[in-house]
């Protein structure tokens, strides 16, 4: 079945980076969307990145981090990865990642799109 398991969470201090990972298995990874959302405490669920299946030329950000993170992929190693740049105290939150189910859906930025989940990780900056 397909898994998500993503890595790389952590408590980290305003204006340092982090680079999160997300491993994919279970699956053709290039023939899909990838997405990372995240969710802070008491607050709905949003959408940060997404790439494009393939080569993942085509990339969406949330206005919140456009600048600041990039999203990219490695399909060799089933990986799709959130660099994070100059993070903030309003970053902190669980990151998820979240694979769109249907192979060659264009990118996405609503939640429903997405099929599958990552359990989370947890990023903590602090001020």
């Known amino acids: 079945q397909v898994q998500l398991v993503e890595s790389g969470g952590g408590l980290v201090q305003s204006g340092a980076s982090l680079k999160l990972s997300c491993a994919a298995s279970?699956?053709?990874?290039?023939?899909?969307?990838m997405g990372w959302f995240r969710q802070a405490p008491g607050k709905e669920r949003e959408f940060v990145a997404a790439?494009?299946?393939?080569?993942?030329?085509?990339?969406k950000y949330a206005d919140a981090v456009k600048g600041r993170f990039t999203i990219s992929r490695d399909n060799a190693k089933n990986t799709v990865y959130l660099q994070m740049n100059s993070v903030k105290p309003e970053d902190t939150a669980v990151y998820y990642c979240?694979?769109?189910?249907?192979?060659?859906?264009?990118?996405?930025?609503?939640?429903?799109?997405?099929?599958?989940w990552g359990q989370g990780t947890q990023v903590t900056v602090s001020s």
């Open positions: 979240a694979l769109v189910g249907r192979p060659g859906s264009g990118v996405q930025e609503d939640h429903g799109s997405y099929d599958y």
């Open positions: 279970g699956l053709t990874f290039a023939l899909y969307t």
């Open positions: 790439i494009s299946r393939g080569g993942g030329s085509i990339t």
